[in-house]
């Protein structure tokens, strides 16, 4: 009896301390700027379900959207400091740390995202993942959105009709030279803030995809869109180096996994999402969407093309030659 009762003693202090001991799960959080019904938004909940799927109890994956958690300001800062694991900003907004990546800002370079794929999936695209490291970013994976266009309040047919305006842009020297070559005047703002920018006119226009357009309600508080196609938003899904060398090897590994279906997945649908949001702000009737003819789409190009020689030098003429040779 005596021993009877130790014994439950024993399993009952076992029960109490076995949860406490078994380990705790390793959270990963996961913050962006965009609409969880994006490209971007998609994929990273994808990423959440295969890892949860596959390391339940082990690994959490919090996807933090909208600019909820860091805005594009804090996001870098916050993934170097711990405080966020996993985040994915547009190529545009690297700069600080590789000049590289600047060439996917360089207008028309890319006929299509066809061709960007292609690029992103060679050597040298590849070989861009891992070109920040030293500066503690580690590039998972590049994610597309889309090609993009460009609205205003003013209807622009050609270059000239830019002239003047004030254009909310992402922080790239690119961008900003390809608007000054335009004679208009682009101003550096964190994405959360462009729709009250827009509707107060602090600025007149903005350039981005048809979905970051759609999601944000862009087209309501612009009069007109011109289908450029002239540049792309894509992205790279970037985790902290020191942390993700510190994950247990069988971690990492199913990670890495989760985070090449999630990539597959939300590239495969982001053409789809962004020919469905044309439909849908051209069907609200709130905006008008200019479509150029092949004439005016050569003027843009043209007057858009200094920006190449005063960036050659950063990016490496071989980086732009090998983008270019993607085109088919
Ligand atoms: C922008 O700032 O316009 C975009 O980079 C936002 C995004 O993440 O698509």
């Known amino acids: 009896m005596r021993y009877a009762i130790a014994m439950m003693a024993v399993l009952a202090v076992g029960a109490a301390t076995s949860p406490a001991q078994a380990a705790d799960p390793i959270k990963i959080k996961f913050s962006h700027v965009v609409a969880d019904a994006t490209p971007k938004g998609k994929g990273a909940l994808e990423f959440k379900r295969l890892v949860e799927e596959r390391l339940p ?85 590049y994610w597309h959105n889309g090609m993009k266009q460009l609205s205003a309040n003013r209807l622009m047919r050609v270059p000239e009709d ?52 759609y999601s944000q309600k862009f087209h309501e508080a612009q009069k007109y869109i011109t289908e450029t196609n002239h540049g792309v938003i894509d992205y790279m899904v970037v985790t902290n180096t020191k942390f993700w060398k510190g994950l247990p090897a069988d971690v990492r590994t199913v990670l890495s996994k989760s985070m090449d279906e999630a990539t597959a997945y939300s590239n495969k649908l982001a053409e789809d999402i962004n020919q469905a949001d044309k439909k849908k702000i051209m069907d609200s009737g709130k905006t ?33 030659d090998a983008a270019l040779s993607s085109n088919k």
């Open 57 to 141: 109890g082990k690994v959490v994956v919090e996807v933090y959207p909208n600019s909820q958690l860091f805005g594009d300001a804090k996001e870098m800062e916050a993934l170097l400091l711990g405080d966020v694991q996993f985040i994915a900003p547009s190529l545009s907004k690297f700069a600080k740390f590789t000049k590289k990546l600047q060439v996917f800002d360089l207008p028309f370079l890319f006929d299509d995202i066809n061709a960007i794929d292609r690029f992103q999936k060679g050597k040298i695209g590849q070989g861009l993942l891992t070109s920040m490291e030293s500066k503690g970013y580690t590039g998972l994976g």
């Open 162 to 213: 830019a002239k003047g305006l004030k254009f909310r842009i992402q922080p790239s020297d690119v961008l900003e030279a390809q608007f000054k070559a335009l004679n208009a005047n682009p101003q550096k703002m964190a994405f959360a803030e462009v729709y009250q920018a827009l509707q107060t006119g602090t600025v007149d226009g903005q350039e981005n995809t048809w979905s970051n357009i």
């Open 288 to 320: 008008q969407i200019i479509t150029l003819t092949k004439d005016q789409q050569a003027q843009w190009r043209k007057a858009m093309a200094p920006v190449y020689k005063q960036f050659a030098p950063d990016v490496g003429q071989d980086l732009i």
